[in-house]
């Protein structure tokens, strides 16, 4: 049974950072690509980054770019989203992802499983 259990999601002020992890069981971890996505209340689910199998490639929203880092752990079958200067509008439920994409990492029809997703919330 595939299994993506988001971590270390929280209330943090803005400015400050968050790191999620998303731990993977259930599947051959490193022959897939990883995302993360976010959803805010009354908006769409949103790409935020995206990492390919081997870490070597990595995506990232305009509106997160400079400021999160997505990594992952072949190892431990994890991957990671370091969250830095956070903003008030970061503020959403955090979704890890796995798929395998070429060129559509950007879209939730990519992904074959999903976590159950980790709320953040950023205050002014």
């Known amino acids: 049974q595939v299994q993506l259990v988001e971590s270390g999601g929280g209330l943090v002020q803005a400015g400050g950072s968050l790191r999620l992890s998303c731990a993977a069981s259930g599947y051959t971890f490193n022959s897939y690509d990883m995302g993360w996505f976010r959803q805010a209340p009354g908006k769409e689910r949103e790409f935020v980054a995206a990492?390919?199998?081997?870490?070597?490639?990595?995506y990232y929203a305009d509106s997160v770019k400079g400021r999160f880092t997505i990594s992952r752990d072949n190892a431990k079958n994890t991957v990671y989203l370091q969250m830095n200067s956070l903003k008030p509008e970061d503020t959403a439920v955090y979704y890890c992802a796995a798929g395998r994409w070429s060129n559509n990492y950007y879209y939730t029809s990519a992904y074959d499983y999903w976590g159950q997703g980790t709320q953040d919330t950023v205050s002014s």
């Open positions: 990492i390919n199998w081997s870490g070597r490639r990595t």
